[in-house]
T-cell receptor, first 113, second 119 residues
Framework: SQTIHQWPATLVQPVGSPLSLECTVE??????LYWYRQAAGRGLQLLFY??????ISSEVPQNLSASRPQDRQFILSSKKLLLSDSGFYLC????????????FGAGSRLTVL | AQKITQTQPGMFVQEKEAVTLDCTYD???????LFWYKQPSSGEMIFLIY??????QNATEGRYSLNFQKARKSANLVISASQLGDSAMYFC????????????????FGQGTILTVHP
């Protein structure tokens, strides 16, 4: 069966510090990968998605970037965090075809102080 | 305009009763998909149910059913026989366009409804 892992689960970082959130998927190959962000008490907003190694599409302009160095690894980064980057970040995956369900990881809660 | 509207910030239901969570959507696409997710206090997003725009029957998954009214652009979630463990935030989401490639995972979410189940 397929599983998705995200880490760290929680992170408190000062303004201006770098960020790296990691996500890996097991039990499948060539998944489509996604990063969503959820601000406090709000719905989810798609940030980035990737259909393959090195292929990244951004949905909204922001202070963050994403990378996919391996087939089942997706990384969310920032060189200098802003207060507004605080939120709950969720990695998710789907198969390239034949499935309708977007499956999420457990999430990473980021607080920027 | 909001693509997904959930007008109920909070709902309360008695244990063992049924509850309906409202969702309306806005799209000009003929092909789209509608989803409901549950988010407990732990934060994880749990998939509940899916309805495709061309599906003629309302989707059902155990105690969950989706009341799909295409002409009214509504996709309400019905939870029958509520349980204490159903207390959570519930999100309605939509995927626009055909179900292929990256569009599978590009969902637009509503603001959510907090459901509280009382014993």
């Amino acid at each position: 069966s397929q599983t998705i892992h995200q880490w760290p689960a929680t992170l408190v970082q000062p303004v201006g510090s770098p960020l790296s959130l990691e996500c890996t998927v097991e039990g499948t190959s060539n998944p489509n990968l996604y990063w969503y962000r959820q601000a406090a008490g709000r719905g989810l907003q798609l940030l980035f998605y990737s259909v393959g190694i090195g292929q990244i599409s951004s949905e909204v302009p922001q202070n963050l970037s994403a990378s996919r160095p391996q087939d089942r690894q997706f990384i969310l980064s920032s060189k200098k965090l802003l207060l507004s980057d605080s939120g709950f970040y969720l990695c998710a995956w789907t198969r390239g075809s034949g499935a309708n369900v977007l499956t999420f990881g457990a999430g990473s809660r980021l607080t920027v102080l | 305009a909001q693509k997904i509207t959930q007008t109920q910030p909070g709902m309360f239901v008695q244990e063992k009763e049924a509850v309906t969570l409202d969702c309306t959507y806005d799209t000009s696409d003929q092909s789209y998909g509608l989803f409901w997710y549950k988010q407990p206090s732990s934060g994880e997003m749990i998939f509940l149910i899916y309805q495709g725009s061309y599906d003629e029957q309302n989707a059902t998954e155990g105690r969950y059913s989706l009341n799909f009214q295409k002409a009214r652009k509504s996709a309400n979630l019905v939870i029958s026989a509520s349980q204490l463990g159903d207390s959570a935030m519930y999100f309605c989401a939509m995927r626009e366009g055909g179900a292929g490639g990256t569009s599978y995972g590009k969902l637009t979410f509503g603001q959510g409804t907090i459901l509280t189940v009382h014993p």
